[in-house]
């Protein structure tokens, strides 16, 4: 089975970029043909200062080889690196409805904070689905905020299919359903959007002001609490296992638990979860070169892949000649 998914280089990578994709995604690599990549050319509608784009990206990359993405077992590239997804985005765009686009959850929600879209905005997905089609994915694990990308994909692959034959596979979305959204310190979808972020990075004292700024509500000391209805349990939880989550939320109900003392333990779980990664990463941050050339390789190898259907697609098209 072949799975795929990119990560958007645009900010510095949180828990819920962690929990909603990169594990799952690192965990496929012994199981399964993984192809994972960062997309600069997506990031392009959100980052436009050069340098935070080529740093982001290599410090995307970093992150991921850090948190144990092994790009021996995994084929992992930098998106623009493989020239033939913007080939297949053109061709692409010409059997996709613009309605199709303009319902996007996604564009409609920026429009309605003000942003004026430009066209990049508006053919993001089209983009995405060359990323999904161009490398025959079956499947793609992604964040709940996502499906509905993955929906308009298959909606153009088949249209593309029924237009010229069948050419692409017709990928599936994977929901990690134990962590379909993880909240951010205001209790919203943790995006870096709203300013509700952890890094998964994040250094010992800035850590500490985040976890503290974890919204709970005022119910006093004594009293019973309801676990389910509380963030800090929602995202502590992240970091433990079944027993552990019962534990704790009896604990809640008892009353007498301190909001204070679940956000100390929040805080020593995450910094012991990530602290193997954390290391790796002091180490290889020293050395970009290693990065860029484990990048340049997997860019070659996925581009083989790609080609043969690139082909498939021109020979379909008639753009061979
Ligand atoms: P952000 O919302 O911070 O801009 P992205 O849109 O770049 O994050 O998301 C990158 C990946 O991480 C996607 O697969 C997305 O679904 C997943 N993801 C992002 N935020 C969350 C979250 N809060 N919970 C679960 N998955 C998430
Ligand atoms: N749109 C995705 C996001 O914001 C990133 C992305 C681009 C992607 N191309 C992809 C995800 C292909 C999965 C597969 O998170």
Known sequence: MRVLSGIQPSGELHIGNYFGMMKPMIEYQDRSELFCFIVNYHAMTSVTEAERLSSGTLRAALDFLSLGLDPEKAIFWVQSDVPEVTELTWILNNVTPVGLLLRSHSYKDK????????????????????????????????????????????????????????????????????????????????SKSYDNTIEIFCEEKALRQKIARIVTDATPVADPKDPDKCNLYATISLFM?????????????????????????????????????????????????????????????????????????????????
């Open 111 to 190: 429009v309605e904070q003000g942003i004026a879209p430009n066209h990049g905005l508006l053919t993001y997905p089209v983009l995405m689905a060359a990323d999904i089609l161009l490398y025959q994915t079956d499947r793609v694990p992604v964040g709940k905020d996502q499906q509905q990308h993955l929906e308009i994909t298959r909606d153009i692959a088949i249209r593309f299919n029924n237009i010229y034959g069948e050419t692409f596979v017709l990928p599936e979305a994977e929901i990690n359903q134990k962590v379909p959204t993880v909240v951010g310190t205001d209790g919203r979808k943790m």
């Open 241 to 321: 296992n079944e027993q552990e989550k019962a534990d704790l939320a009896a604990r809640y109900r008892r009353g007498g638990l301190k909001y204070s003392d679940v956000k100390k333990e929040l805080f020593e779980r995450m910094t012991e979860y990530f602290k193997e990664a954390r290391n790796r990463r002091m180490e290889l941050v020293r050395d970009p070169e290693t990065i860029r050339a484990i990048l340049r390789k997997g860019a070659e190898k996925a581009r083989h892949k790609a080609l043969p259907t690139m082909e498939l697609v021109r020979k379909r098209t008639g753009i061979n000649y």
